[in-house]
């Protein structure tokens, strides 16, 4: 309980504290809780119920780049939403104590619905966001490719907000293109998904958001009579392919 008290001391010292100080000062209190929690399981003067209560207490015992935080507000690094969530801090030997504290990795629905809260607070995507973006999608991709995911997933990401030549794009379908010269071809006709990044990066991404991929192999010859001409499209298109 010492450990806890000294913690305790701290967060009610913050305000007079240097940050840095403070922040080290801390990460070594969580070390040696950690240490006191061998994989996460309860020590032998400080039960897990009695952990949790202490770190539940408001405003929390977990210093966040934010301010302190309780187990549930929580999540564990990397800090891919940037500013959009809070993570536990990124001290070397707390693995256990995160553990014990329960924290949770983000998911899938984590990472959906920072997209739904960018599309609300930006009408474009720009600046810091598309960082949190691009490493909220490669995020998702890691997970699908995990099988992380569960049977209603599919239709939760199909309503997904994705950024498009268009603006923020909630309906479907929406369209990639990983070249650049049909991108701008195609930009007035159709929503081209911009993701931030190369399509490559986060293709595993694409069916489940329910975004379809065009490549030079999707154009095709029609007769002459049924052909609409678009010279400025023609002629873009065939200096890409």
Same mark, same amino acid.
């Given at each position: 309980?010492?450990?806890?008290?000294? #913690?305790?001391?701290?967060?009610?010292?913050?305000? =007079?504290?240097?940050? /840095?100080?403070?922040?080290?000062?801390?990460?070594?209190?969580?070390?040696? #809780?950690?240490?006191?929690?061998?994989?996460?399981?309860?020590?032998?003067?400080?039960?897990?119920?009695?952990?949790?209560?202490?770190?539940?207490?408001?405003?929390?015992? @977990? *210093?966040?780049?934010?301010?302190?935080? +309780?187990?549930? /507000?929580?999540?564990?690094?990397?800090?891919?939403?940037?500013?959009?969530?809070?993570?536990?801090?990124?001290?070397?030997?707390?693995?256990? #104590?995160?553990?014990? *504290?329960?924290?949770?990795?983000?998911? @899938?629905?984590?990472?959906?619905?920072?997209?739904? =809260?960018?599309? #609300? +607070?930006?009408?474009?995507?720009?600046?810091?966001?598309?960082?949190?973006?691009?490493?909220?999608?490669?995020? @998702?991709? /890691?997970?699908?490719?995990?099988?992380?995911?569960?049977?209603?997933?599919?239709?939760?990401?199909?309503?997904?907000?994705?950024?498009?030549?268009?603006?923020?794009?909630?309906? +479907?379908?929406?369209?990639?293109?990983?070249?650049?010269?049909?991108?701008?071809?195609?930009?007035?006709?159709?929503?081209?998904?911009?993701?931030?990044? /190369? @399509?490559?990066?986060?293709?595993?991404?694409?069916?489940?958001?329910?975004?379809?991929?065009?490549?030079?192999?999707?154009?095709?010859?029609?007769?002459?009579?049924?052909?609409?001409?678009?010279?400025?499209?023609?002629?873009?298109?065939?200096?890409?392919?």
């Amino acid at each position: 309980m010492e450990l806890v008290r000294h #913690l305790r001391g701290l967060r009610a010292q913050a305000a =007079e504290v240097d940050g /840095e100080k403070l922040a080290t000062e801390s990460a070594v209190v969580y070390q040696a #809780l950690s240490a006191r929690f061998p994989g996460g399981r309860s020590a032998t003067d400080m039960n897990l119920q009695t952990l949790l209560r202490e770190f539940a207490d408001l405003p929390g015992l @977990i *210093l966040s780049k934010r301010g302190w935080r +309780r187990p549930g /507000e929580v999540l564990l690094a990397p800090s891919s939403f940037g500013n959009y969530r809070d993570y536990v801090p990124g001290v070397p030997q707390t693995e256990n #104590l995160w553990r014990a *504290l329960q924290i949770r990795d983000a998911t @899938i629905d984590d990472c959906l619905n920072v997209m739904k =809260e960018v599309a #609300l +607070r930006r009408k474009t995507l720009e600046g810091e966001e598309v960082a949190v973006v691009v490493a909220t999608l490669r995020m @998702i991709q /890691e997970r699908l490719r995990a099988g992380r995911s569960d049977a209603t997933l599919p239709r939760r990401m199909r309503k997904a907000p994705l950024w498009t030549t268009k603006g923020w794009a909630r309906d +479907r379908p929406v369209y990639a293109v990983s070249d650049s010269a049909i991108v701008q071809a195609l930009a007035d006709h159709i929503p081209v998904w911009i993701p931030g990044c /190369e @399509i490559s990066n986060v293709s595993a991404c694409l069916e489940p958001l329910g975004v379809k991929l065009i490549t030079a192999g999707d154009s095709h010859v029609v007769q002459p009579e049924n052909a609409e001409t678009d010279d400025a499209v023609t002629d873009i298109f065939a200096r890409a392919v």
